[in-house]
């Protein structure tokens, strides 16, 4: 199986890289591309794969072709976004993007499963995660009722979000933190979804 990663230039895409790798499997192949490559990003267009969104600086609006980009692939093709990706896929949903109460910078916070679906299962209840970010998806804002909310932190801001029923989802946290819990899951659960 093959996926794109598109790369926001953040410091920790090799790692998230490995990750996503490790927890995988070798039957993945995950190809880089980075998100001011207008030529692949064309080609990507016309011949689209999962597509996994980087964590980044900055926020979704400054990424015009990133978020043109997934707004056409979202009945496409699988989509997993993780903390700039969860705010873009978060915003494509309906959300709005603002400061956190608490900027965090490499702090691990417990995240509470709010929903079971495809995407949480086999989470337990709550599990610790690490934000590296000052920024989250609004949830005050009405979302569509085709998206749903998987997790939040203990000030109930939105952690992990998902589609009710296509293969796409998102945290804001980052799983290839060694402080991070349960992270395998969440890539085993990604990839069981798609390959169905």
């Not at 969860?86 to 603002?98: F, P, S, V």
Request: proline residues 6%; glycine residues 6%.
């Amino acid at each position: 199986m093959k996926m794109t990663f598109i790369d926001h230039y953040d410091s920790f895409s090799f790692n998230v890289l490995d990750w996503l790798k490790r927890s995988m499997g070798p039957d993945v192949q995950i190809a880089r591309l980075t998100h001011d490559d207008q030529l692949g990003l064309a080609r990507l267009k016309k011949n689209m794969t999962p597509i996994i969104i980087s964590p980044g600086p900055g926020s979704p609006k400054d990424y015009p072709e990133t978020l043109s980009l997934l707004n056409e692939a979202l009945a496409k093709v699988p989509l997993l976004g993780i903390c700039l990706g969860h705010q873009m896929l978060g915003t494509l949903a309906g959300g709005k993007i603002k400061k956190a109460m608490d900027p965090w910078h490499g702090t691990a916070t417990e995240i509470k499963i709010a929903a079971k679906n495809w995407f949480s299962r086999e989470l337990p209840e709550s599990f610790n995660a690490v934000v590296y970010n000052s920024l989250i998806v609004d949830l005050e804002q009405k979302t569509s009722p085709d998206w749903q909310v998987l997790g939040v932190d203990k000030q109930n801001q939105l952690m992990m979000l998902s589609h009710r029923d296509l293969p796409i989802a998102s945290v804001q946290f980052h799983p290839e933190s060694f402080a991070s819990d349960n992270v395998e899951t969440l890539a085993r659960n990604f990839l069981q979804k798609i390959q169905r």
